[in-house]
């Protein structure tokens, strides 16, 4: 396997880990209070809307679309998606958005389901259905999203489905052994690691793909090949270090320019 390859495993295993946390958290609050097999029906359902979005979308966008034109889409979708954990990892590591804490979100979970009216039909509780569905569902997306988008543009479907597999099971024997919302994983931590990851294999392949534009339409090359992933990434650290440096300055001097 090629540095390249290793880097889009780890890029999509590390994503994979915050996504399926945040979708266990949901999980787990319906199982304990409203019942595991209302829960666990709208994981399943949720799985199965999954594999058939998943298997539209990756026919879609390999089928139709010439492989310039894919990376251009991809890339761009990427570093769009990584600029946007970014932003929110700046903000909390600079003080100016609460950290994301896995057992406050668990505890509104819960509270959330205990003030829920009881509404059951097929003997499924609706509403554990349902907020199980939509957030296996929604946090499946953006997992898809990243494992066709990576597996694409690296041409290595394989890899990509393979770190979010292994994540997937991992998080999931572990939530099974502890039976509780994994707050232990530094999860802000790990969205700033991916946020700098999709950031800079999705400008690397927007660049690549901008020679859709071209008279031969073939893919740009970069000076250095795969090695040129790894100057994005030192770029989007400083950029990042430095708006976490100077953004809490700049909120303060508004504060001071409003209160006059």
Known sequence: MTGATWGLVASVFVASI???VEALTIVLAMGVTRGWR???AGVLAA???LVAFTFAAG??????MPESLLQLVVGTLLLIFGLQWLRKAVLRSSRLKALHDEEEEFAAQTAAARQAVANSRFGI???AFVVSFKGVFLEG???VFIVITFGLSADNMTAAIGGAVVAGLLVLIVGLILHKPLAMVPENTLKY???LLLASFGAYWAVEGLGVFTADGESLHWPGADW???GLLAAWVVVSQVMVRILPGIKNKRREVVAR
């Open 193 to 195: 690691g991916v946020g």
């Open 47 to 49: 799985v199965v809307a």
């Open 141 to 143: 997306v953006e997992i």
């Open 125 to 127: 509780d609706t509403f």
């Open 228 to 230: 040129a992933i790894l």
């Open 38 to 40: 209302s829960a666990m």
């Open 18 to 20: 915050v996504e399926f």
């Open 59 to 64: 026919y879609a966008l390999r089928t139709w």
